[in-house]
């Protein structure tokens, strides 16, 4: 594999993995082993609903002294605000966060504010933080984010109707449980949007321009897990074997692109979530082989890669010809595990895609994409191309 | 060429000219409102014994000021980038790739990464400026 002669990266990566079926349940000693021993829960009103909180609770006993259930799928500054105030009126030491990507994100926001004090609108930046931020536990009931081991945090400041962006090493997860119980009852539709979230985290990382090789290492096992399970749990929530295999996947592309960074996908997808309110890991998924077309000529490399770990890379193929395997290896991945594959067929409409084109050019997310986009035009285009 | 002596007002002076004279700037950075600081992290083995704040303001186009500042005004900038003097010199030099070494902790960002994101040109055409200026650095001198 051709890296640059004078490659030079940073990998960061400290957090601490605890897998397996009822690991949850170790919260508490992961917790003392933090030497924490006042927790604030935070959690969504769907994953209480599912049950999935109690375990957790029961486990924690009264080493948890608050519950925190009002984060909305889209957290915000102000929900921040108000959590980290409740915190500290519980006197809590760390936070606990058992929920998806807007869960986690605001769990990070707590964990600044507990430390550090004021309201969250002041830490938007980049690597700001001077010292270690309050302890946080990861709970994850979706295999998809990879949130759980990443520094960055996006959260809405409502006041200035926009997402701000915190980058911090310091405020990355401590421990990331991953227990595949968690995420048996997801339903179909979800088990593959946010499967597919992971799959684009890893492919992007591998086409981005600060791909490196312990992120590309990470990111094709995830591209071999995703690939052999994410079908399997669509078909059979229960299998935990499975289940925990793309759990792990999505913990890895997390790490992936954690440090490689994401690209045009997710610049894409982030601005249909804002204008036409499609969910992250369908947005992801439906654009992903059209992203990959569009950059073709530029990650030909990364892309023979992800062929190689689809395991349609075949013999005497050369690089460009594994690429556009890999391609519609996608494609036929997403129909197989029953995908939308249009936007149309999730309500996207021209009026969206000429707004989304326009927000993506400001998209963080778009500078690390192999091939430059600096026109609207470009972007429309591939939007049209997945409509 | 002329060399400048760098983090010195005639560095500055000499950057500030070469923006002000680059149609290409001008045009590229029609959009761009608003200032921007850096503050380079003291390091007195590399002969940088007190921090250093420099000021920088540019409006459509044009470039108001740069210069030399205290501590209080470049931290009211719109966007604030602070690091150690070695990196900094690695982005002059254009060793290292500014938007990176934001992601990757090398230099810190205070403000909205989104507009620097949209501005990306703007950002690096001010920085392939400055990078065409002959420098002498403190601790090579
Ligand atoms: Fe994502």
């Known amino acids: 594999m051709a890296y640059d002669r004078d490659l030079s990266f940073v990998y960061f990566g400290p957090t601490k993995i605890v897998f397996g079926a009822g690991t949850a349940r170790d919260v508490d000693m992961e917790m003392a082993g933090l030497g924490c021993r006042r927790a604030l829960v935070v959690t969504d009103p769907g994953v209480m609903k599912a049950g999935l909180v109690e375990g957790v609770l029961k486990a924690l006993g009264d080493r948890c002294v608050g519950v925190w259930s009002d984060v909305p799928q889209d957290t915000g500054v102000g929900i921040v605000n108000r959590a980290a105030a409740f915190a500290r009126e519980k006197g809590a030491d760390c936070v606990v966060s058992v929920g998806g990507g807007s869960v986690i994100d605001t769990g990070k926001g707590i964990c600044i504010l507990l430390t550090e004090g004021g309201g969250l609108e002041n830490f938007e930046g980049i690597q700001l933080l001077t010292r270690p931020q309050t302890p946080h536990i990861v709970i994850p009931t979706t295999a998809g984010t990879g949130s759980e081991v990443t520094c960055m945090a996006v959260i809405l400041d409502e006041r ?114 804002a204008i036409a309110r499609v969910p992250h890991g369908i947005a992801n998924g439906i654009l992903l082989p059209h992203v990959m077309a569009f950059n073709l000529d530029d990650a030909a490399e990364g892309y023979a890669m992800v062929a190689e770990a689809l395991g349609v890379r075949e013999r005497g193929m050369d690089e460009r010809e594994a690429a556009e395997a890999a391609i519609t290896a996608i494609r036929s991945f997403l129909e197989r595990i029953g995908h939308p594959l249009r936007l149309s067929e999730v309500g996207v409409t021209d009026e969206d895609i000429a707004k989304s084109a326009a927000l993506s050019l400001s998209d963080g997310a778009i500078v690390n994409n192999p091939r430059p986009v600096l026109d609207e035009e470009e972007v429309i285009a591939v939007y049209r191309a997945a409509f | ?65 740069i210069a030399l500042c205290d501590k209080a005004k470049a931290e009211s900038a719109k966007f604030v980038m602070s690091g150690d003097y070695a990196r900094w010199k690695q982005v002059a030099k254009k060793e290292v790739d500014s938007t990176k070494a ?36 403190p601790d090579e001198a």
């Open chain 1, 160 to 273: 200035k109707g926009q997402k701000i962006l915190i980058v911090e090493y310091f405020n990355t997860p401590r421990i990331a449980i991953l227990d595949p119980k968690m995420t048996e009852k997801l339903p179909p539709l979800l088990t593959v949007s946010t499967g597919m979230d992971a799959m684009t985290h890893a492919v992007e990382a591998l086409q981005s321009v600060q791909r490196e090789p312990i992120a590309d290492g990470l990111a094709m096992q995830a591209i071999r897990l995703l690939h052999r399970d994410l079908p399997v749990c669509a078909e059979n929530g229960a299998d935990l074997a499975a289940r925990g295999q793309t759990q792990l996947a999505a913990t890895m592309a997390g790490w992936a692109f954690g440090n490689a960074m994401v690209g045009l996908v997710h610049a894409m997808a982030h601005s249909l979530g």
């Open chain 2, 1 to 65: 060429m002329a060399k400048y002596n760098a983090m010195t007002q005639e560095w500055l002076d000499a950057w500030k000219e070469k923006i002000a004279t680059s149609k290409e700037y001008r045009e590229i950075a029609k959009n761009w409102e608003g200032s921007v600081s850096m503050i380079v992290n003291p390091d007195p083995e590399k002969g940088i014994p007190e921090p250093i704040y420099l000021f920088m303001d540019f409006w459509h186009g044009d470039v108001l000021e």
């Open chain 2, 102 to 137: 934001l992601m990757q902790g090398k230099l810190k960002l205070k403000g909205d990464l989104t507009y620097i994101v949209r501005n990306i040109k703007t950002v690096n055409k001010v920085i392939d400026l400055l990078c065409e200026i002959e420098a002498i650095w």
